[in-house]
């Protein structure tokens, strides 16, 4: 969840595998910012956008329910590649939620992404941080994401961000030692138990899930990289209970092998950002992305309920 402190601003960062003009361009182009803009499940129809200081953006955000959300923007600031400064959250009839400003920078052929939200009192930034958290609305941030990296790179992934108030060598045990992967990484619902493990640079582990009742599922994981404090790379596959590969139980066309790549970064002392991507690896066929594409909605649900309950194990620890 984006840094809520004891002001009324909401911090968030985010860095993007793509040169700045193509991550400005995602955002300022109306025909781009549809294809990505939202929670995930929603749409928008861009009525009119006039992208300069003074300027407005009139649109209407489609929910997956069926129910839609006026907006109307307001540009504070506009300097090309470099800031947005905008009223957020208005209609016609009622005033802006709180003002972003949105800093672009690039480096070594990323571009980071600075953003602060700020509201009228802290109280406000509370409410409103627990409400986008609910609602989904960081997953806005990680859809720019996986669009990016289809259009620039031509790769579909999934990709998912989330903020911990600990260090980042902590961050990194949690995702190292298995003492302690065991107690969160298992979707919401379900345990996780580790039949054997060897989580190092070409270590192997398996193990199984299961909701205590009716379903019990096994994996196994191939660990291709570990760089401390920042960077864990494995990849994953089902399997039955003797360790032989499967496909997913659920999804008879689901990929085989899955890449995923955990990148830690520190947003400060005692708070670390869990940049988490997956895609799938190797040879698959066209049904296989396509249920990887259309899958994006469950991954987020599952991977948000894991994210729970390591931020929920880290308040015990």
């Known amino acids: 969840m984006p840094t809520t402190t004891k002001s009324a601003d909401i911090k968030l960062i985010r860095e993007y595998n793509a040169p700045l003009a193509a991550v400005w361009d995602a955002w300022t182009d109306p025909e781009q910012v549809g294809l990505w803009w939202g929670p995930r499940g929603f749409t928008i129809t861009t009525h009119s956008r006039d992208l300069r200081s ?11 329910d069926g129910v839609d959300y006026e907006n109307y923007t307001k540009y504070i600031d506009v300097e090309k590649h470099k800031t947005l400064v905008y009223d957020h959250g208005a209609t016609a009839t009622t005033n802006a939620l709180f003002k972003v400003t949105a800093l672009f920078s690039e480096a070594n052929g990323k571009t980071k992404i600075d953003m602060t939200m700020t509201f009228g009192t802290p109280e ?10 609910k609602a989904g609305g960081d997953a806005t941030w990680d859809r720019l994401a996986e669009y990016l990296e289809k259009k620039v790179n031509g790769k579909e992934k999934f990709i998912i961000n989330r903020s911990f108030d600990t260090p980042i060598d902590n961050m990194y045990k949690m995702w190292s030692e298995k003492e302690h992967v065991a107690n969160w990484a298992a979707p919401t619902g379900f345990t996780m138990k580790y ?20 379903v019990t599922m096994y ?6 990289e570990f760089h401390k404090p920042d960077r864990i790379v494995y990849t994953q596959q089902f399997c039955d209970e003797k360790e032989n590969v499967t496909r997913h139980p659920m999804a008879a066309t689901w990929p085989e092998t ?5 990148q830690l970064t520190e ?7 869990v940049t988490l991507t997956w895609e799938p690896s ?11 594409i259309n899958a994006r909605d469950g991954m987020t649900q599952g991977w948000t309920g894991s994210f729970d309950k390591l931020e ?6």
């Open 124 to 133: 406000q930034a509370e409410t409103s941080g627990k409400f986008i958290r």
């Open 219 to 224: 994996g196994r994981c191939d660990y291709k």
């Open 282 to 292: 190797g040879t698959c066929s066209k049904e296989e992305i396509e249920t990887f």
């Open 267 to 273: 947003e400060g002392k005692d708070r670390t950002r």
């Open 54 to 64: 003074g300027g407005t953006w009139k649109y209407t955000m489609h929910g997956p």
């Open 258 to 262: 899955m890449l995923t790549v955990v």
């Open 195 to 214: 039949i054997h493990s060897d989580l190092k640079e070409g270590g192997k582990s398996f193990y199984s899930m299961s909701d205590g009742k009716d």
């Open 312 to 317: 929920e194990y880290l308040e015990k620890h």
